[in-house]
């Protein structure tokens, strides 16, 4: 107990925010009280549980639903600080993913850099760069994290991203290559 105690908490249920201003009160309120209890059944969770990797996404997850990108950025800062870790990358996808709904391109690539550095053989990390990477029209970037996430485990899903990316690109027998491969490696998933 005193361990978890000198831990920084990751949750603290105190932490408020906004609600939309655009639904009807009565919702908001229903809303507010189950963000209440969500928030102190993820408080029992991360004290039962604090080096979960689960817990802290769900921590993040449910500030997600509000918008707060600072109060995300500092649960993920504080999991990577302690060494809070999953085995894949969804840790470092998640927060990138919100870094760039919030706009925030760079920060996102960021993290997921921070995430190749920690889980060098996940192939969901250099995907999901290749994808930023696309989104800001730096396609020969793309085009290598793509290929270094294909080196790492051919997926259907990278093939689909590079090769829709091609086709935007009016590339169409080198995106036809791509689907083909993507195909070939994963017959059931579909473009």
Same mark, same amino acid.
């Given at each position: 107990?005193?361990?978890?105690?000198? #831990?920084?908490?990751? &949750?603290? +249920?105190?932490?408020?925010?906004?609600?939309?201003? +655009?639904?009807?009160?009565?919702?908001?309120?229903?809303?507010?009280?189950?963000?209440?209890?969500?928030?102190?059944?993820?408080?029992?969770?991360? +004290?039962?549980?604090?080096?979960?990797? #689960? $817990?802290?996404?769900?921590?993040?997850?449910?500030?997600?639903?509000?918008?707060?990108?600072?109060?995300?950025?500092?649960?993920?800062?504080?999991?990577?600080?302690?060494?809070?870790? =999953?085995?894949?990358?969804?840790? &470092?996808?998640?927060?990138?993913?919100?870094?760039?709904?919030?706009?925030?391109?760079? +920060?996102?690539?960021? $993290?997921?850099?921070?995430?190749?550095?920690?889980?060098?053989?996940?192939?969901?990390?250099?995907?999901?760069?290749?994808?930023?990477?696309?989104?800001?029209?730096?396609?020969?970037?793309?085009?290598?994290? &793509?290929?270094?996430?294909?080196?790492?485990?051919?997926?259907? *899903?990278?093939?689909?991203?590079?090769?829709?990316?091609?086709?935007?690109?009016? =590339?169409?027998?080198?995106?036809?290559?791509?689907?083909?491969?993507?195909?070939?490696?994963? *017959?059931? =998933?579909?473009?």
């Amino acid at each position: 107990a005193a361990s978890a105690a000198a #831990k920084p908490k990751l &949750y603290d +249920e105190t932490q408020g925010g906004s609600l939309s201003d +655009e639904k009807p009160e009565e919702f908001k309120k229903e809303e507010a009280l189950c963000h209440k209890r969500a928030a102190l059944l993820l408080a029992k969770a991360q +004290e039962m549980e604090p080096d979960s990797v #689960k $817990v802290v996404m769900a921590i993040a997850s449910l500030e997600a639903r509000r918008g707060k990108i600072d109060r995300i950025r500092e649960i993920f800062e504080a999991a990577e600080k302690r060494g809070i870790r =999953h085995k894949n990358g969804a840790m &470092y996808n998640m927060w990138a993913n919100q870094e760039a709904k919030a706009g925030n391109v760079e +920060e996102a690539i960021e $993290v997921l850099e921070r995430g190749r550095t920690q889980l060098p053989f996940d192939h969901t990390l250099p995907q999901a760069q290749g994808a930023l990477e696309s989104k800001r029209k730096n396609f020969e970037a793309a085009r290598e994290l &793509y290929h270094v996430s294909l080196c790492l485990r051919p997926h259907g *899903p990278t093939y689909c991203a590079w090769a829709i990316m091609e086709q935007k690109l009016n =590339h169409i027998d080198r995106a036809r290559e791509l689907f083909q491969a993507g195909l070939q490696a994963a *017959p059931f =998933h579909g473009p």
